[in-house]
């Protein structure tokens, strides 16, 4: 099991910065591939970006492609997702998912989700 907490939503103007974070532990840490997923009202969860085991893969999601980062520090169990360039777009639910197995688009193939935190820009 992985217990995934994350913290550092709040609200933002267009083109302010946030940092999320995202604390694992219930598993060695380097075993766990790690992601973000957001959702915003009466829209799908959609994928954001994910981190291979070692943070040498990254995969975005092209809407966040150039604005985000993900990077983990595997001596904290913590990843984190920099976000630049807040577009009222990106006012959503962000969530922190995990799998034992690699980076996937697909929300169905994480295993381990934290409970979210709101992320809300203003234009």
């Known amino acids: 099991q992985v217990q995934l907490v994350e913290s550092g939503g709040g609200l933002a103007q267009a083109g302010d910065s946030l940092r999320l974070s995202c604390a694992a532990s219930?598993?060695?840490?380097?075993?766990?591939?790690l992601g973000w997923f957001r959702q915003a009202p009466g829209k799908e969860r959609e994928y954001v970006a994910a981190i291979g085991w070692s943070g040498g893969s990254t995969v975005y999601a092209d809407s966040v492609k150039g604005r985000f980062t993900i990077s983990r520090d595997n001596a904290k169990n913590t990843i984190y997702l920099q976000m630049n360039s807040l577009k009222p777009e990106d006012t959503a639910v962000y969530y922190c998912a995990g799998n034992t197995r690699a980076i996937f688009r697909e929300s169905s193939m994480y295993n381990y989700w934290g409970q979210g935190t709101q992320v809300t820009v203003s234009s």
């Open positions: 219930g598993r060695p840490f380097r075993s766990v591939v």
